[in-house]
């Protein structure tokens, strides 16, 4: 199965990407030959892939890194980089390929000593594969001092590293490097085409991946998870009813309260997967003796290792708060679109009935002030401001109207 089966709905970012992995290949087979270059190529050393939520960027930019380290004996006789079988494929795709470095973050930022390593790194050659990538799955996430660092890296980089950045948008990237890439954009998956991948790869049952996906208006992760996790049906079903529990200044409150105790406790739930196994770890590298006792002068190493797992659960927090308001955000457009009579899809046909009640008790300029409070609060969180402050407005702005 080729790499680019991965890419959903996605044809013309797939052709782009298949073409640059060919001429990739013409590029490293020449200089092996010691042969000039092919001319007119459409490989180059920087990428940005851009694209809204679940529009699989980071699954593109896997797929042209594995295409590129493609060892298929096929390419000889004309074949497609990216077979999706040969060990360089598939070391590529499982993020074991010793020259394919994977960079993801769940802090709320990248900083420059991060990226100073990433940079070190670019400037090695190849230590077994055809190419080295660095694949930085957040660019959006770094910054201002190390979106400077790596810059230097991406305007003179070493002839045979790639990067591929992936953002939200070409604003979420430093100019200066975005003028130094070439830029791919993604579209959301059509609804259709997500249920036909849950169906097929992942074994889920038409009816329930017809539902997700709609539901998630062609969001790949959250649709899998849905169709997967219990715990987040049962954490979007609780969200689908806030707005009929804000019609008292009291409700507005509790309702808000929970919101945040939800998001805190999806935080805790998944920190406590991952920091014991991270403590237990860094205690064994570190030396620790029977009974737990560390080591002098290892208190900062372990202060450090709570910070990080401080962060990451603040981050977990503010992503588990926005997927809410997400969900609360398509609630409202259905409940706009029954209001102006539109023939388009409804996502949340599960709560029909809420959606219907909550259209004949406002209007169409009351939905969408709402709609506009939910913006301001995700606006409002990304500033920093305390999440149950910026709630509770949010739910007064609700009840408001």
């Not at 960079?103 to 940079?119: F, M």
């Not at 590293?161 to 070439?182: F, G, H, K, Q």
């Not at 609060?377 to 739910?395: G, I, K, S, W, Y």
């Given at each position: 199965?080729?790499?680019w089966?991965d890419?959903?709905?996605?044809?013309?970012?797939?052709?782009?990407?298949?073409?640059?992995?060919?001429?990739?290949?013409?590029?490293?087979?020449?200089?092996?030959?010691?042969?000039?270059?092919?001319?007119?190529?459409?490989?180059?050393?920087?990428?940005l892939?851009?694209?809204?939520?679940?529009?699989?960027?980071?699954t593109?930019?896997?797929?042209f890194?594995?295409a590129?380290?493609?060892?298929?004996?096929?390419?000889?006789?004309?074949?497609?980089?990216?077979?999706?079988?040969?060990?360089?494929?598939h070391?590529?795709?499982?993020?074991?390929?010793?020259?394919?470095?994977?960079?993801?973050?769940?802090?709320?930022?990248?900083?420059?000593?991060?990226?100073?390593?990433?940079?070190r790194?670019?400037?090695?050659?190849?230590?077994?594969?055809?190419?080295?990538?660095?694949?930085?799955?957040?660019?959006?996430?770094?910054?201002?001092?190390?979106?400077?660092?790596?810059?230097?890296?991406?305007?003179?980089?070493?002839?045979?590293?790639?990067?591929?950045?992936?953002?939200?948008?070409?604003?979420?990237?430093?100019p200066?490097i975005?003028?130094?890439?070439?830029?791919?954009?993604?579209?959301?998956?059509?609804?259709?085409?997500?249920?036909?991948?849950?169906?097929?790869?992942?074994?889920?049952?038409p009816?329930?991946?017809?539902?997700?996906?709609?539901?998630?208006?062609?969001?790949?992760?959250?649709?899998?998870?849905?169709?997967?996790?219990?715990?987040?049906?049962?954490?979007?079903?609780?969200v689908?009813?806030?707005?009929?529990?804000?019609?008292?200044?009291?409700?507005?409150?509790?309702?808000?309260?929970?919101?945040?105790?939800?998001?805190?406790?999806?935080a805790?739930?998944?920190?406590?997967?991952?920091?014991?196994?991270?403590?237990?770890?860094?205690?064994?590298?570190?030396?620790?003796?029977?009974?737990?006792?560390?080591?002098?002068?290892?208190?900062?190493?372990?202060?450090?290792?709570?910070d990080?797992?401080?962060?990451?659960?603040?981050?977990?927090?503010?992503?588990?708060?926005?997927?809410?308001?997400?969900?609360?955000?398509?609630?409202?457009?259905?409940?706009?679109?029954?209001?102006?009579?539109?023939?388009?899809?409804l996502?949340?046909?599960?709560?029909?009935?809420?959606?219907e009640?909550?259209?004949?008790?406002?209007?169409?300029e009351?939905?969408?002030?709402?709609?506009?409070?939910?913006?301001?609060?995700?606006?409002?969180?990304?500033?920093?401001?305390?999440?149950?402050?910026?709630?509770?407005?949010?739910?007064?702005?609700?009840?408001a109207?």
């Amino acid at each position: 199965m080729p790499v680019w089966d991965d890419l959903v709905g996605q044809q013309k970012v797939s052709e782009q990407l298949a073409a640059a992995a060919r001429d990739a290949d013409a590029l490293v087979t020449a200089a092996a030959a010691d042969a000039p270059p092919p001319e007119a190529s459409k490989m180059t050393h920087a990428w940005l892939f851009t694209g809204p939520p679940g529009s699989g960027r980071s699954t593109a930019a896997r797929a042209f890194a594995a295409a590129l380290q493609c060892v298929s004996p096929d390419r000889a006789l004309g074949g497609v980089p990216g077979c999706g079988f040969c060990d360089g494929c598939h070391t590529s795709l499982v993020g074991t390929h010793a020259d394919v470095e994977i960079v993801r973050t769940d802090l709320l930022s990248i900083g420059v000593k991060e990226t100073r390593d990433l940079v070190r790194r670019a400037q090695m050659s190849p230590a077994g594969g055809r190419w080295q990538v660095i694949v930085l799955e957040d660019a959006d996430r770094l910054t201002e001092g190390a979106g400077n660092v790596l810059l230097k890296a991406v305007e003179e980089p070493a002839p045979r590293t790639v990067w591929l950045l992936c953002a939200p948008s070409v604003e979420d990237v430093l100019p200066t490097i975005r003028s130094r890439c070439r830029l791919l954009t993604l579209r959301t998956p059509p609804v259709d085409a997500v249920a036909d991948i849950l169906v097929r790869r992942d074994g889920i049952e038409p009816d329930v991946a017809a539902a997700v996906a709609r539901a998630t208006q062609g969001h790949i992760g959250r649709a899998r998870r849905l169709a997967t996790d219990p715990r987040a049906r049962e954490r979007r079903a609780a969200v689908l009813k806030l707005p009929l529990r804000v019609g008292d200044v009291g409700g507005c409150l509790k309702a808000a309260q929970e919101l945040i105790d939800t998001a805190s406790e999806d935080a805790k739930q998944l920190a406590e997967e991952v920091d014991v196994k991270e403590m237990e770890e860094l205690k064994a590298a570190l030396g620790a003796t029977q009974g737990g006792r560390m080591p002098r002068g290892t208190a900062g190493v372990m202060k450090e290792l709570e910070d990080r797992q401080k962060r990451r659960r603040t981050r977990t927090q503010r992503d588990s708060l926005d997927l809410a308001l997400t969900d609360l955000t398509g609630l409202y457009r259905d409940v706009l679109a029954l209001q102006l009579g539109s023939r388009l899809a409804l996502a949340n046909t599960e709560v029909e009935d809420t959606l219907e009640r909550l259209a004949r008790a406002g209007t169409p300029e009351s939905t969408l002030r709402r709609i506009d409070a939910i913006a301001a609060c995700r606006e409002a969180l990304d500033r920093n401001v305390a999440p149950l402050l910026a709630v509770e407005a949010m739910t007064m702005a609700l009840r408001a109207g």
